[in-house]
């Protein structure tokens, strides 16, 4: 939807928003079938409450009269009267509360039920297509994009309920005193009801504009904050600023626009309540004076002219936000209308009971490109023509130089991403057929970077296994030959890691993620680069986790360092995304290929 409006011109945005706006609300309330629990009842109030609310002019017409006719004034008809009016009113307001709250709490379960939908569909989608969102967009569609939707329902919403109906019942009791007054105010007004679709139409525009400005300055505000280390590193305060500046600019133009045209649609508002308010008043003169109104009726109508007209001088500010909840709905429904490319099988397999190889079937990979899923995906081929099948139990290294299909490689085998044509298979079982719950249970990956919640150790590394107590968390480290260096840390496993484990260094981040995967007990591990970017010690430390990690299960290492792949069982060679060698170590650096020349240069490179 984005791309459309960018692409289109603003007018024609305008008319399919326009158009597409009362669609947009159907199937956002089709997904939040909790809004319509207990509906009956809340209409039930609503009638009720905007039914009260006709009751005093009612009642100074009926008292009134009753003292212009009568020449002795019956108090106990005008006590009755008015004792009738209080108690009206006093109903009209308690279902007016009680209308309020049943609202308010419907709209709060169901939209938390939508906002759960849309956070684990974000899930859903491939790491292809979460990285080519900005974060803080994304936070948006879930935090406050579904929050406009909310105050709408819980405010407007039920503004507008109680309105419509006012409106009605005003107009309803209007005809019945003076059909010719009620004919002046809809004349008066008729104009403005015509003008309110041309700003209804470009206020869509203007408020789905905003959210994604919003979106966009969340993105930034988000990318600014995490990036500080590296803001600071980098000297680039000031453009980092500029581009802050910018995104919150762009929000305020694009706020200032759409209040520009909410302030121009209430000023016609006012404009025309006030034309129609003289018209009624003068017919209602020149009709009293001949006789054909009562001066009951007389003095009633201005308080009936006044509940008439509420309803049209709220109407812009009701409108705003129903604008504003429409593009809320609509950014919420391009995140669901986006299909999950790497989606749970509906019928879903178990993996076998048994010690799982992985073979990958002549694979071939390309990044898809906008519009295309992975099996119709054209865009640059990264892996191709892979065939290969890794033994239960055995420990692999893979290598290669920089792009050429590593991590690709490990994302396809724990099924990330899936491939464009060609089948990962484990334990004979395609991998696009097993269940998600089977796969990520037997299956894990420790990516490049790791992600540590700001919380302790033993949180950290209980997060993947929910139930996991102390005790176990501090033997995965003792099983790992970590206990020492957990030990020295200021709490031990209870010691906070920071936001994004900012408190240890990038080698500590991976001790961590290792005693996590530990305790998932995976049959098949996969480690991207989980031994890049650490001092020697560390080093040592994480081979040694590794090596304890790795007994009696199937381990994948992407290897930055050639230590991994001498250590290895089979090493897997790749090149321009083609696996050009695979082999044991001393075979391959004895055969003098790619594998032979990269082990060289980062020999001599440590000797250097």
């Known amino acids: 939807m984005s791309a459309t ?16 706006a009362l669609q947009t609300a159907r199937r956002g309330l089709a997904l939040s079938p909790g809004l319509r629990i207990g509906l009956g009842t809340t209409v039930v109030l609503a009638l009720v409450a905007t039914a009260g609310r006709v009751v005093v002019p009612v009642a100074v017409q009926r008292v009134v009269d009753l003292i212009a006719v009568n020449t002795a004034i019956d108090l106990d008809a005008v006590r009755r009267t008015v004792l009738v009016a209080v108690l009206a009113t006093g109903v009209t307001g308690a279902c007016q509360a009680w209308m309020n709250v049943r609202l ?20 859903d989608l491939s790491m292809l297509h979460q990285a080519a969102q900005q974060r803080g967009q994304l936070v948006a569609r879930v935090t406050s994009d579904i929050a406009s939707i ?16 006012q409106l009605a019942i005003a107009l309803l009791v209007m005809f019945v005193y003076s059909w010719q007054l009620a004919v002046v105010a809809l004349l008066s007004l008729l104009p403005f009801v015509l003008i309110s679709r041309w700003f209804q139409r470009r206020l869509v525009v203007a408020y789905l504009d905003v959210r994604r400005k919003v979106g966009h300055m ?14 600071r590193a980098y000297g680039v305060e000031d453009h980092t600023q500029r581009r802050l500046d910018d995104a919150i600019e762009d929000n305020r133009a694009a706020g200032l626009r759409a209040g520009g045209l909410s302030a121009g649609y209430s000023g016609a508002g006012e404009l025309f309540v006030g034309i129609a308010s003289g018209a009624v008043v003068v017919a209602g003169t020149w009709l009293a004076v001949r006789g054909t109104l009562t001066v009951g009726t007389v003095l009633a109508f201005p308080f009936l002219i006044v509940l008439f007209l509420q309803p049209l001088q709220m109407a812009a500010e009701m409108l705003n936000e129903a604008q504003n909840a429409v593009a809320g709905w609509s950014r919420i ?49 990264v892996l191709r023509d892979v065939e290969v ?78 139930g996991a107590g102390p005790d176990q968390v501090a033997e995965a480290f003792t099983t790992l030959g970590l206990g020492d260096w957990v030990a020295a840390l200021p709490q031990g496993i209870h010691t906070t890691v920071g936001e994004r484990g900012a408190s240890l260094s990038a080698g500590e981040r991976q001790l961590v993620s290792l005693a996590r995967a530990y ?59 083609r696996l050009v060698e695979r082999g044991a170590h001393a075979d391959l650096v004895e055969a003098g290929g790619i ?14």
Not at 5 to 20: C, F, I, K
Not at 104 to 123: C, N, P
Not at 218 to 231: C, D, K, R
Not at 395 to 410: D, I, N, P, Q, R
Request: net charge negative.
């Open 5 to 20: 409006l960018a692409s289109a011109t603003r007018g024609s945005v305008g008319e399919q928003a326009g158009a597409s």
């Open 218 to 231: 969340l993105a930034v505000l988000g990318e600014a904050v995490v990036g500080a280390p590296v803001v």
């Open 150 to 165: 909310s105050q709408f329902l819980a405010w407007s919403g039920v503004q507008l309920l109680v309105n419509a109906g």
């Open 389 to 466: 099948t890794l033994r239960a139990h055995s420990h692999v290294a893979v290598v290669g130089e920089t792009g050429s299909g590593k991590t690709t490689f490990a994302k396809l085998l724990t099924r990330l991403m899936d491939p464009t044509s060609g089948q990962v298979l484990l334990g004979g079982v395609p991998v696009d057929q097993v269940a998600f719950n089977s796969l990520r249970s037997r299956v894990v990956m420790v990516p490049q970077d790791d992600v540590l919640l700001d919380g302790s150790i033993a949180y950290n590394v209980a997060w993947a296994c929910p």
């Open 333 to 381: 429904l391009d995140v669901l209308d986006t299909p999950p490319d790497v989606a749970d099988p509906a019928d879903g397999v178990a993996l076998p009971d048994q010690p799982l190889d992985v073979r990958f079937d002549d694979v071939q990979f390309r990044y898809p490109r906008p519009g295309e899923s992975p099996r119709t995906a054209t865009g640059p081929r």
């Open 104 to 123: 308010g709490r419907v709209s709060e379960t169901a939209l938390s039920d939508l906002r759960v939908r849309a956070f684990r569909h974000i899930h």
């Open 519 to 577: 305790l998932t007990d995976p049959d098949i591990l996969v480690l991207d680069e989980a031994t890049s970017a650490v001092d020697p010690a560390t080093e040592v430390r994480l081979q040694r986790a590794i090596a304890g990690l790795a007994q009696g299960r199937t381990t994948v290492t992407i290897a930055h360092r050639m230590s991994t792949a001498e250590s290895a069982d089979t090493v897997l060679v790749f090149d321009r995304g």
């Open 595 to 608: 594998y032979s020349a990269l082990h060289a240069s980062w020999v001599s490179g440590r000797s250097a």
